[in-house]
């Protein structure tokens, strides 16, 4: 799941429609109107589905710009959090082929 939110400048003359198209798309929602300014929420299945939502707003006629403020992407957390590729790599180096070269601040200080 990823969630987003943009940051949308508007010509005020199209509020009514835009908002009504903004609805139209499901996973989108409106956090605050205020002036030319409207913020959104995306929740998307994946990167993907978020890009084409940005996509699908920049449409919008009355849009006059559009800006990923906030992206917090979960794609490929699972592989990463199980840390079954890693030990599979782990498992298949032999112990004379890692070499270690000490402390980093070590390195760092020359």
């Not at 919008?60 to 794609?75: A, L, P, Q, R």
Request: proline fraction near 1%; charged fraction near 25%; glycine fraction near 6%.
């Amino acid at each position: 799941m990823n969630i987003s939110s943009v940051i949308i400048k508007i010509n005020p003359k199209c509020l009514e429609r835009i908002i009504q198209d903004i609805y139209s798309l499901n996973g989108v929602e409106i956090a605050i109107i205020e002036g030319e300014i409207i913020i959104v929420t995306i929740e998307a299945k994946d990167s993907n589905e978020e890009i084409y939502f940005f996509k699908e707003l920049e449409k919008i006629d009355g849009v006059v710009s559009i800006n990923m403020h906030y992206c917090h992407c979960e794609d490929g957390f699972e592989k990463l959090n199980s840390g079954e590729e890693i030990s599979k790599i782990i498992q298949i180096l032999e112990d004379d082929n890692i070499s270690y070269k000490g402390n980093v601040n070590t390195w760092m200080k020359q």
